[in-house]
């Protein structure tokens, strides 16, 4: 066994943890549905929706081959990832589907990590997936929110102990699975009284000449899928 400094930390970041009692993971569920529901706590907690709505765009854009020339966060939290390249194919349909998709796939993907114990894992992950994306933020209250944001990943998994970063870990994880259902319903809401005429299903529909109600469908389909796929690992079922 490596007891070096290094060997612990590489076994403090991908060993696994115990898992939390039960009512944890139900009281954390209430938590991120109590921050999720309200609209005055919606306004405020969805800045960190937006992060992992404009961090797909621009995470697919560089996977694709695009050139990312930044992204902007906006106090109304609204967002814009701004990227180069050919303006139709497959990599910009990809591009424009990654945002509204990005929330409740992270989630899912979280919930992974936590039914599988990897706690700090997921902690680690998510600050380095921060740290990526703060080197691409062009506007001041951006930087300002990933940094704060990204500092209480690194605090809770380096000062903390195993319940604390539990608790955290799996509040974050059903924030995304819950609050990615919502912005697709806003963006239903907005289309039909023609508010959202460049959104991002009206983009992809201009690229696939599919109706955006299909690609609005889509997203419903992939946060709800998510969000009972997500739930049912992190409930242990």
Not at 2 to 12: F, H, K, N, S, V
Not at 110 to 138: C, E, F, P, S
Not at 201 to 221: K, M, S
Request: glycine residues 12%.
């Amino acid at each position: 066994m490596d007891t070096t400094p290094i060997g612990d930390l590489w076994a403090r970041v991908f060993g696994t943890q115990p898992a939390p009692e039960a009512w944890l993971v139900y009281v954390t569920a209430a938590v991120a549905l109590l921050v999720v529901v309200p609209r005055p706590l919606w306004r405020l907690s969805r800045n960190a929706i937006t992060i992992a709505h404009e961090g797909g765009h621009g995470l697919i854009a560089l996977v694709t081959g695009r050139r990312l020339d930044g992204i902007r966060l906006h106090s109304d939290t609204s967002g814009l990832t701004v990227s180069r390249g050919k303006p139709t194919g497959l990599g910009m349909i990809l591009t424009a589907a990654a945002g509204y998709t990005a929330p409740p796939l992270l989630g899912l993907g979280g919930a992974w990590l936590l039914a599988a114990h990897h706690i700090t894992l997921l902690l680690w992950v998510t600050t380095a997936l921060l740290l990526a994306m703060l080197v691409m933020i062009r506007n001041a209250y951006g930087a300002l929110t990933v940094i704060l944001t990204g500092a209480a990943f690194l605090l809770i998994s380096w000062l903390t102990g195993p319940d604390v970063q539990a608790a955290f870990a799996y509040a974050c994880v059903w924030f995304l699975l819950l609050g990615g259902v919502r912005p697709a319903f806003e963006l239903q809401s907005k289309r039909r009284y023609g508010h959202a005429g460049d959104s991002d299903a009206d983009q992809l529909g201009r690229l696939t000449h599919v109706p955006p109600a299909l690609w609005l469908f889509l997203f419903h389909a992939v946060s709800l899928c998510s969000l009972i796929g997500g739930g049912r690992w992190l409930l242990g079922l």
